[in-house]
């Protein structure tokens, strides 16, 4: 009996659906793109509409003959790449290569590699999205054109060797017009006053705010001699406080996390770079080996979308009153959606395919930089739907004369999410509470 194909592009993915779907499909990873623009010529025909000239890749030449084997044998193929832009491009071309028109092949694609969702998008497949493919393809030859057009330039006038990118070119553009900015900057002496307080043996800084009329917010200390005046006029005063002013302010959960964010704090949190970062999300992604199947950790590492499905919503918001309680659960379920206007909704939020498959439960599985971004995915999705946290801001001002004082405090009177996620808060000094008017 023929078996029905499915094609992926890497290994440990096609062993994670393989170990889901069972012994009836044959599942083949063709080990990335199979075929591309070539190495040796610029490939686009810019005076025929742009059209590319696509050759397979060296050193695919095998995985290709293999391919189309085991199509003509096939009773159906599904093309089950990633679901983003490069992940459908590969699949055109492998269309293309297996001589197949793409009415002829379905289109599955998941954003998890679990067991519903890759279930269900075998049920339901679709086409080839042509919209996605030309996406790519203008990306992909746009990268070429600045790449033979400009790199040669900087080869002749600067440097051999050196390469332009269709987004570093810009991006250095933005960094040079910058630093032009802080070399033309010219910097502005000014002063700061302060003055320490103690009480009960404990000390507290305040801050001189305004001198009568003239606050510092728009106008500078900027001569030494006047500094030296109010000083000397300070020693002869007494601190009086003027007000003390106490307000409840709640901190919202930062949203789960989409491609750009979760590079950004693994940058600040693990010291890993963005292609290490996003190297080992797609480990995660596609699967880990956990007694003897292999798993899919997280979902979608490409996604510019903070949203999240329904249900695993709701098995989040179920840990968080288990484990921390209902007081940790927000009014309403936290819904969040993203700023930018061209962003793919379908597509949900990077996060653990199941919230109980805890950091220290599979540890013992993980290698410790897979721990570690495992870790931070899933501490932020959790704290992502948990409630707000409640914050005590206390403001003191006091008077000396016509100088007018400030220090501020904050306290933490319910830490809600910062239980997982923790934020800088300036507390200040403690002691701020025991001032009175």
Known sequence: MEKELIIVESPTKAKTISGILGNEYTVFATMGHIRDLP?????????????????????????????????????NIYLATDEDREGEAIAWHTVHLINKKIEDVKRVAFHEIVPEAVKEAFSNPRQISIELVNAQQTRRILDRIVGYKISPILGKHLEMGLSAGRVQSVALKLIVEREKEIENFVPEIYFIIKCEVEKDGKKIVFNLIKIGEKSFEKEKLKEE??????????????????????????????????????????????????SKTMFIAQQLYEGIEIEGKSIGLITYMRTDSPSV???????????????????????????YYSKSKVSQEAHES??????????????????????????????RFIASQMAKATIKNIKVTALNDIFLFETEGNFIVFDG?????????EKGSQIIGEFEK
């Open 225 to 274: 001699k006047e500094v030296d005046e109010i000083i000397e006029k300070l020693k002869n005063g007494t601190l009086i406080v003027k007000e003390k002013e106490e307000k409840i302010k709640k901190l919202t959960p930062p949203p789960p996390f989409i491609t750009s964010t979760l590079q950004q704090e693994a940058i600040n949190i693990l010291n890993f770079s963005s």
């Open 309 to 335: 499905a329904k249900p695993a919503q709701n098995q989040a918001l179920k840990f968080i009153k288990d484990t921390f309680g209902e007081s940790y659960l927000p009014e309403k379920p936290n819904i």
């Open 39 to 75: 190495e040796n010529e610029f490939g686009v025909d810019i005076d025929n509409n742009f059209s590319p000239k696509y050759v397979i890749i060296p050193g695919k030449k095998k995985i290709v003959e293999k391919l189309k084997k085991l199509a003509q044998n096939s009773s």
């Open 417 to 425: 999410f910062l239980k997982l996620w923790p934020l800088k808060i």
């Open 350 to 379: 990077i996060r653990p395919t199941s919230v109980f498959r805890t950091p220290d439960k599979i540890k013992k599985y993980l290698n410790p930089d897979q721990f570690k971004l495992y870790e931070l995915i899933w501490k």
